[in-house]
């Protein structure tokens, strides 16, 4: 079964503040994705990333930055947070033409 | 561009009957796969079951199966046999046949609540 793990899986951070979400894969995948879900848009697609040192952009990265490590490692950067960065973090992994598996999700607030 | 669209905000049905929810796409390619994901009150998004566009079979997985009519551009998912563990919110979606990292497009979900 695919392991990806998420930390941290609440967050409040201030407006301005620096936040870093957490995504480990131990699937050996070599693709790995960020998504914010909020309501009434479903998953949107924010970075992803072919394999470790590359990352790419999504459909809204405006905000975010991206940092792929490692094979296994993932991380989305908010540099200077805000408030409408407030949403559920999902992260996946997966392989060329096969699902994605995802994470359990981060809950980030930005007061 | 691609777009998939799911319709259907929220259906309730009772247990142990048959439910199918919709979802149409566009997309210009003539390769493409499509999958279907539970999210459950917790929060956690699970894969349930896949279409690749070339197969004319449907795929079936459990009690669950797809109903996929390709000249409509429509991916139907259909859960038989209900169970109250089957409440949930169901997302389509649809990634293109192209190298390197696979992007889904997603809908905005159906969420299906099972009575009692």
């Known amino acids: 079964e695919a392991a990806v793990t998420q930390s941290p899986r609440n967050k409040v951070a201030v407006t301005g503040g620096k936040v870093t979400l957490s995504c480990n894969q131990t699937n050996n995948h070599n693709n790995m994705y960020w998504y914010r879900q909020d309501t009434g848009h479903g998953l949107r697609l924010i970075h992803y990333?072919?394999?470790?040192?590359?990352?790419e952009k999504g459909d809204i990265p405006d905000g975010y930055k991206a940092s792929r490590p490692s094979q296994e490692n993932f991380s989305l950067i908010l540099e200077l947070a805000t408030p409408s960065q407030t949403s559920v973090y999902f992260c996946?992994?997966?392989?060329?033409?096969?699902?994605?598996?995802f994470g359990p999700g981060t809950r980030l607030l930005v007061l | 561009a691609q777009k998939v669209t799911q319709t259907q905000t929220s259906i309730s049905v009772m247990e142990k009957t048959t439910v199918t929810m919709d979802c149409v796409y566009e997309?210009?390619?003539?390769?493409?796969?499509l999958f279907w994901y539970k999210q459950t009150a917790s929060g956690e998004i699970v894969f349930l079951i896949r279409q690749d566009s070339y197969k004319k079979e449907n795929a079936t997985e459990g009690h669950y199966s797809l109903n996929f009519q390709k000249p409509k551009s429509s991916i139907g998912l259909i859960i038989t046999a209900t169970q109250i563990e089957d409440s949930a919110v169901y997302f389509c979606?649809?990634?293109?046949?192209?190298?390197?990292?696979?992007?889904?497009?997603f809908g905005k979900g159906t969420q299906l609540i099972i009575q009692p």
């Open positions: 990333s072919y394999g470790a040192g590359s990352t």
């Open positions: 997309t210009r390619d003539s390769s493409y796969f």
């Open positions: 996946a992994s997966g392989e060329h033409r096969d699902t994605q598996y």
């Open positions: 979606a649809m990634r293109m046949n192209t190298e390197g990292a696979d992007r889904l497009t």
